[in-house]
């Protein structure tokens, strides 16, 4: 299985950015698929999840400014990304749960 993340970048604060997650494979549809970020220095942190059954559930840190979504036809799953602020800059990967496969990670950096 692999898992290839993309759209991230530099963007100004209050911006926007879309990070998409093609997986492949036939193991998309039954399965969670969660994004997760790592900024320099720190843990990895939970950012959102979208369960197979479409559940979404967001940390408190981007509820309301960001969006997780999954196109199944597609084995893609999407983290729209609004009003960012510089504590957003991360490394962002995608996971799928419970089969423990990650992204390779896609970088984002909300700077001025």
């Known amino acids: 299985v692999q898992l290839q993340a993309s759209g991230g970048g530099l963007v100004q604060p209050g911006g926007s950015l879309r990070l998409t997650c093609a997986a492949s494979g036939s193991i998309f549809s039954t399965n969670d698929m969660r994004w997760y970020r790592q900024a320099p220095g720190a843990q990895r942190e939970w950012v959102a999840t979208?369960?197979?059954?479409?559940?979404?559930m967001y940390a408190d840190s981007v509820k309301g400014r960001f969006t997780i979504s999954r196109d199944n036809s597609k084995n893609t799953v999407y983290l729209q990304m609004n009003n960012l602020k510089p504590d957003d800059t991360a490394v962002y990967y995608c996971?799928?749960?419970?089969?423990?496969?990650w992204g390779q990670g896609t970088q984002v950096t909300v700077s001025s």
């Open positions: 996971y799928v749960w419970p089969r423990n496969y």
């Open positions: 979208v369960t197979s059954g479409g559940t979404t």
